[in-house]
């Protein structure tokens, strides 16, 4: 096995080896005593990260399962998306193939959508929610979710959250800020095994979800709601992935969720001062593609020189032992992440 520390891809992240030890525990009947206390632990470690009172729902699913949940069990009516890169530009799309009357502004990859011109979108006409991802993977941008939420509630729009590279590496406060639903991916900040997604409900969000038609069944998150708090899932969950989280809960618990904010921030401002120093270094290009007030600090997105393609530097690093990531989407042959 290639030694812990050399695996740098925005997802799915290295996973610490007694996370993966974890999986290796037996079976349980998913109905009963046992799996309930299982739940238990994972709600207790979950709910600290989202800083919610709130029920963590867990999907057996990626993310993208519970991004389409989101559009489908938000109240009817219009929705608006709000694309600043690639995986806002697929929330955009979800809203579209769920039969949702949806609307995009942005579009452009270098910054977050500006807060005007969300408020004129929303004074143009009515939504019942929008949808944002807080931290873009494909250019290391970050959102400000509050800003955004204090807007929407002006307007009684919902805030779709896609935090799915933000939760657990950069503050999200998602009862302090007024967030309608948070939702995250396990092989991304919370460094689990790919194949869960979890996300927090507000009540206000939850109670109309009910007039949304057309939720369908397996992420009818009104069914969810109901589960969660008998601590079960509505169907099978995958059990093994439920051990790996009750073990990377306890130990983000025991680092505080503060310090993994800080913690990454720290691993964030190295890489920015890697990339400046290269560009003096090379007296070439070599930047951070996100602005400087609005980077994640999860993942960094860095633009190339013209004459330098993405995908030899990622063979390059590889052949010295690490794993980093290649660019993503149109900035594929232009970054590295
Ligand atoms: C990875 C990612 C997703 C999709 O996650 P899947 O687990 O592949 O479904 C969605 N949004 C963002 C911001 C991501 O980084």
Same mark, same amino acid.
């Given at each position: 096995?290639?030694?812990?520390?050399?695996?740098?891809?925005?997802?799915?992240?290295?996973?610490?080896?007694?996370?993966?030890?974890?999986?290796?525990?037996?079976?349980?009947?998913?109905?009963?005593?046992?799996?309930?206390?299982?739940?238990?632990?994972?709600?207790?470690?979950?709910?600290?990260?989202?800083?919610?009172?709130?029920?963590?729902?867990?999907?057996?699913?990626?993310?993208?399962?519970?991004?389409?949940?989101?559009?489908?069990?938000?109240?009817?009516?219009?929705?608006?998306?709000?694309?600043?890169?690639?995986?806002?530009?697929?929330?955009?799309?979800?809203?579209?193939?769920?039969?949702?009357?949806?609307?995009?502004?942005?579009?452009?990859?270098?910054?977050?959508?500006?807060?005007?011109?969300?408020?004129?979108?929303?004074?143009?006409?009515?939504?019942?929610?929008?949808?944002?991802?807080?931290?873009?993977?494909?250019?290391?941008?970050?959102?400000?979710?509050?800003?955004?939420?204090?807007?929407?509630?002006?307007?009684?729009?919902?805030?779709?959250?896609?935090?799915?590279?933000?939760?657990?590496?950069?503050?999200?406060?998602?009862?302090?800020?007024?967030?309608?639903?948070?939702?995250?991916?396990?092989?991304?900040?919370?460094?689990?095994? /790919?194949?869960?997604?979890? $996300?927090? *409900?507000?009540?206000?969000?939850? #109670?109309?979800? &009910?007039?949304?038609? =057309?939720? @369908?069944?397996?992420?009818?998150?009104?069914?969810?709601?109901?589960?969660?708090?008998?601590?079960?899932?509505?169907?099978?969950?995958?059990?093994?992935?439920?051990?790996?989280?009750?073990?990377?809960?306890?130990?983000?618990?025991?680092?505080?969720?503060?310090?993994?904010?800080?913690?990454?921030?720290?691993?964030?401002?190295?890489?920015?001062?890697?990339?400046?120093?290269?560009?003096?270094?090379?007296?070439?290009?070599?930047?951070?593609?996100?602005?400087?007030?609005?980077?994640?600090?999860?993942?960094?997105?860095?633009?190339? /020189?013209?004459?330098?393609? $993405?995908? *030899?530097?990622?063979?390059?690093? #590889?052949?010295? &032992?690490?794993?980093? =990531?290649? @660019?993503?989407?149109?900035?594929?042959?232009?970054?590295?992440?």
């Amino acid at each position: 096995m290639t030694p812990f520390g050399t695996f740098f891809l925005p997802g799915p992240t290295e996973v610490r080896p007694e996370v993966l030890q974890a999986m290796l525990q037996p079976m349980l009947p998913h109905r009963g005593a046992a799996f309930e206390s299982l739940f238990a632990r994972v709600q207790a470690g979950l709910k600290p990260i989202f800083r919610t009172q709130r029920p963590v729902y867990v999907s057996s699913s990626s993310a993208t399962g519970l991004m389409e949940a989101a559009v489908r069990c938000a109240r009817p009516g219009a929705v608006l998306c709000l694309v600043n890169g690639a995986f806002s530009e697929r929330f955009a799309h979800i809203a579209h193939a769920c039969g949702r009357d949806a609307t995009v502004v942005g579009g452009e990859w270098h910054r977050p959508v500006p807060l005007d011109v969300v408020e004129d979108a929303l004074r143009t006409r009515r939504y019942s929610a929008l949808t944002v991802v807080h931290s873009e993977t494909s250019t290391g941008t970050l959102t400000d979710i509050q800003a955004l939420a204090t807007l929407a509630r002006q307007f009684d729009c919902a805030v779709l959250v896609d935090s799915v590279t933000g939760l657990g590496g950069v503050p999200v406060e998602t009862d302090a800020w007024g967030l309608d639903f948070v939702l995250t991916g396990s092989q991304k900040a919370l460094a689990l095994p /790919p194949g869960l997604a979890f $996300g927090v *409900a507000s009540e206000h969000f939850i #109670a109309e979800a &009910g007039q949304a038609q =057309g939720r @369908g069944l397996y992420f009818d998150l009104v069914e969810f709601e109901q589960y969660v708090h008998r601590n079960q899932t509505p169907n099978t969950p995958a059990l093994s992935l439920l051990y790996a989280t009750a073990v990377q809960g306890e130990r983000i618990a025991r680092e505080t969720i503060a310090r993994r904010w800080e913690r990454h921030q720290e691993m964030a401002e190295h890489t920015y001062s890697w990339v400046h120093e290269l560009r003096q270094r090379a007296g070439a290009p070599f930047c951070v593609y996100a602005p400087e007030d609005a980077r994640s600090h999860t993942v960094t997105a860095v633009s190339l /020189p013209p004459n330098l393609a $993405g995908d *030899a530097i990622v063979k390059g690093v #590889a052949k010295r &032992g690490f794993v980093i =990531g290649g @660019g993503y989407g149109k900035l594929k042959a232009s970054t590295i992440r």
